[in-house]
Nanobody, 121 residues
Framework: QVRLVESGGALVQAGGSLRLPCAASGRTFGTSTMAWFRQAPGKEREFVSTITSGGSPLYADSVKGRFTISRDNAKNTVYLQMIGLNVEDTAVYYC???????????????WGQGTQVTVSS
């Protein structure tokens, strides 16, 4: 079992930055692929970024160059650093853990409760 708790969501102005931590409990964090997804109002949950246990990242085209995913296996924490935020980034951001290096929701077994990011123009 892996329990995930996201934090760091806030209301920010366009062009601003945020860092979202996701703290994980459970012995399998170090071997799990960790990911961030987001869900905007009225839209389906979408892939944002993922990172392997060894630290290899993958990004959605919409965030490439603006978002950075990282992990600290000693602290059982994965981070999403976001810069250059725009209104289209407004969503609930979810942390997920899984076994596969994937963009697909179905490949992630554990999910956090989400943290709200709102970007104002």
């Amino acid at each position: 079992q892996v329990r995930l708790v996201e934090s760091g969501g806030a209301l920010v102005q366009a062009g601003g930055s945020l860092r979202l931590p996701c703290a994980a409990s459970g012995r399998t964090f170090g071997t799990s692929t960790m990911a961030w997804f987001r869900q905007a109002p009225g839209k389906e949950r979408e892939f944002v970024s993922t990172i392997t246990s060894g630290g290899s990242p993958l990004y959605a085209d919409s965030v490439k160059g603006r978002f950075t995913i990282s992990r600290d296996n000693a602290k059982n924490t994965v981070y999403l650093q976001m810069i250059g935020l725009n209104v289209e980034d407004t969503a609930v951001y979810y942390c997920a853990a899984g076994r596969y290096y994937s963009r697909a929701l179905k490949d992630y077994d554990y999910w956090g409760q989400g943290t709200q990011v709102t970007v104002s123009s």
